[in-house]
């Protein structure tokens, strides 16, 4: 199944309304656009580039307050969210997102032990634990990419 | 009289030295003032040879007193062979001349009586001053019974010379002068148990009051010393506490200098005591105790009193008193310093409680601060390798993929930047574990500081802020050049870290007495005062810093006072927000043995 995106052209940041290489499932836009977040910049480079490269439309935010003010104009079908951030953390975002009644699906990204915890805490559908590889990472923003998830 | 027959029964009972002194001496006051009395009251001349005795037992008086100095605290011999000499000389010579006494024999007799009375006055009331608790008020009614005594001979020595109808006033006072002295006499010589009880019980309330927050001081050693107080100015006498040491098997006790000595149990009277668990007394230690004679001769020891310290089975020490003489102490002081030792018993196990309670926390404590570290490690070490990790791999996929596509150089430079880190990481997390076994600093050879701060900052030139060097003459010390590099590596890092690009960085290095200084001035943000305390500690970093450009473990200027602290030296550092921080360095010019 990652075959259907392997090779296909990195996508700039705009909505994927100009994808052709993929087929359409109506509620465009959204479902392919995934938001990351960590204050690591090299982790939002590293993730970004391979999402991109994937096929996926990426924005990238590296504090909690870009985050909000992303989800707020993009849209994106999954958020990935480093926990551990100045300020404005992980925790946070995620509550801001919730009392806004926005059920965007969150996947916490941590390097701490208690990563599932945490991902139950903030009422997250998911999480990747630091260090983790490319399928972990292509594999778990697959299962996003559409509402429900795919089958593998 | 009363006093008389009270003092002389307790002499009978007691048959010592102190007890038949004190008997010795009422009698002499009882029988002067008796016979003054009947004097006065027959206005009859008394016979010769009553004159004589009365002169006689007048002159004994004072040598009675002398006798009693020496029974409570101390007279030089010379001294008392002087006053036997003297007493002896008056007595003949009264003898040889009555009925008229001649006026140089008069002068001689009241000379005698007032210069020894004198030297006993002073005697008690510099004892009175040394003196503490019961003793203390003991030895004060000596003196005001001294002081008395003496201002009734005054007037009685007036008596003659006064105008006929002030006489009988002149001797009506010095009558009551004498009573007085004779009552505060045997209220110091001799208090009746009650006002003795009565003298002890505002030492001992105090002492029980403070005994509840004693085991919470902050050393055994200050416990110790409360506990010796309390007992020193419950009875009187100087209280020692020896505390038993298990890993030595011997008696602690503590000098007033803080130097210690150690008993071995069974020996001396502590030992003893300790040993036989039961209470132990001397009245004379140098002869009950000839191993110690010297140490009682030079501390003026004339009496011992040792007490076991015991909780349950636990056998936790002795109490030790010492006092000048024998008398000093009374019967009820054995069951006093029991009573004492108990209390010492219920303070120190207490202590051992709490130091035990105490000893618990900070494992846990330790437990959980390498538990924390251990986190904050892996998290530091999971970021880097994230990158590493997922970027290698999307790299790998990448060349298998596409292997004529051209090279993903941001990918690589990522993979290159973030290894690296990790290396530094790690490197920071070895560091502080030699660190923590103390063997940071490696071997040591003469390095200049001024050449090592021109090449850290010549190493650092191509970077955005400008490093200089402000050093007028070269400063040697015997140091681990590699780990000073590092010290000033990481300084001047952490200057650039925190500065805006370009303010310059200055490195300063000069002598200052003994030691080599070094200072790094940035004029970057500074520090909070509130996190100055830690900054020096494991993962501190100042609450200002909430911009994550910079990463790290925090284990920096930890790392940084590890180095200066093994070399036997200091760092510190001024800082003041929005104007900047100078970190100070003060390293020993190390002498040439250390040198290897």
Redesign the interface.
Known sequence: MMDLWAGGPPRDERPASGSTTRPRTGDEGQHDTVLVVDDDTSILDTVSSILTGEGYVVVSASTGEEALEAVARRQPALILLDMRMPVMDGWAVARALREQGNQVPIVVMTAAESAKRWADEVGAEGYLAKPFGLDDLLATVERFRKPGGRAN | MLIFISVTLRAVRQPTRAHTDIALFFGALAFVILASRIATLSRTTPPPWLIAVEVGVLMAMPYILLRLVDDFTHVRAVVKRVAELGFVVGVIATFVSVPALPPPLTLYIVGYFFVVSLYCAIAFIRASRRARGVTRRRMEAISLGSILLGTSLVLAGLTPLAPDDNRAILQALGQLFSLSSAVAYYLGFAPPPILRRAWQEPELRSFLARAASLPRLPTTLDIVRELERGATNSTGTAARIGLWQEHTSKLRFWEDDDTTVDLEPGTHFAGRAFELQRPIFSGNPIRDNPDGAAGYRSRNIGAVLATPITAGERRLGVLAFSAERAPIFAVSDIELAGLLADQAAVVLESRVLIDHAARVRAREEATRLKEDFL?AA???L??????????A??LE??AV??PSAPA?L??IR?VV??SKRLAGLVGDLLDATRLEQGRLVGEREPVDLATLAQEVCAHDTADRSICQVEATAPVVGAYDRRRIEQLLQNLVENAKKYSPDRTPIKIKVWQEDAEARVAVVDSGIGIPAADLPRIFERFSRASNV???RF?GMGLGLFICRGIVEEHGGRIWVESEVGKGSTFHVALPIADGRRLN
């Open positions: 986190s892996a998290h530091d999971k970021t880097p390798l994230t990158t590493v990790v997922a970027q791999e999307f996929r990448r993929r596409e993903d941001a990918g990522r930047r973030e909430d911009d994550k990463h």
